[in-house]
T-cell receptor
């Protein structure tokens, strides 16, 4: 079984500041890891994914995440926050041994607030 | 390309009524998933299908919930009878089969309010 813990249900940063959203996972087999973003009244959109290739993964809108096996972490970062980044962010995990076909287990989400 | 299409986007109903939510997955995707999102419990996987066959329905909360996938391009999630605690946003998602890395493609959701 897999699980994901997102530290901080709300994160507030100033426009132009570094964004850091934390995600730790638990998995008994090598994982595939994902970050999704959800804007109000919309579905979830993939930001980036780790599928056992490069440990530093770059995604859309300037976001990136680094897979650290020793720390069981997959934190999401962006060097400079923009007002349009305000949204809900979800970290998710699935088992690589299932070919990713078992569905995703999501964290509870982190609401990112951008202060002008 | 059309994404995952869900209907209705919003549904308001009274307790005891039957609710049917609909989903059209992306053409060519072999997997279809139904999730429920609430403030308290976050995103929960209810059920998923592979090639129209239900694979895991362990997330379906009660017998009041049922899901079907009669063909590759259509699925329904039915709640009968509905209760106020079923109020949530229900998402449908699909993913490809061969070469799948787990990425899900989500619809915009159906927001259900049961009064």
């Amino acid at each position: 079984a897999q699980s994901v813990t997102q530290l901080g249900s709300h994160v507030s940063v100033s426009e132009g500041a570094l964004v850091l959203l934390r995600c730790n996972y638990s998995s008994s087999v090598p994982p595939y890891l994902f970050w999704y973003v959800q804007y109000p009244n919309q579905g979830l959109q993939l930001l980036l994914k780790y599928t056992s290739a490069a440990t530093l993964v770059k995604g859309i809108n300037g976001f990136e995440a680094e897979f650290k096996k020793s720390e069981t972490s997959f934190h999401l970062t962006k060097p400079s926050a923009h007002m349009s980044d305000a949204a809900e962010y979800f970290c998710a995990v699935t088992s690589s041994s299932g070919g990713g076909a078992d569905g995703l287990t999501f964290g509870k989400g982190t609401h990112l607030i951008i202060q002008p | 390309d059309a994404g995952v299409i869900q209907s209705p986007r919003h549904e308001v109903t009274e307790m005891g009524q039957e609710v049917t939510l609909r989903c059209k997955p992306i053409s060519g995707h072999d997997y279809l998933f139904w999730y429920r999102q609430t403030m308290m419990r976050g995103l929960e996987l209810l059920i998923y299908f592979n090639n129209n066959v239900p694979i895991d329905d362990s997330g379906m909360p009660e017998d009041r919930f049922s899901a079907k996938m009669p063909n590759a391009s259509f699925s329904t999630l039915k709640i009968q009878p509905s209760e106020p605690r079923d109020s949530a946003v229900y998402f449908c998602a699909s993913s490809p089969g061969v070469g799948n890395t787990g990425e899900l493609f989500f619809g915009e959701g159906s927001r259900l309010t049961v009064l």
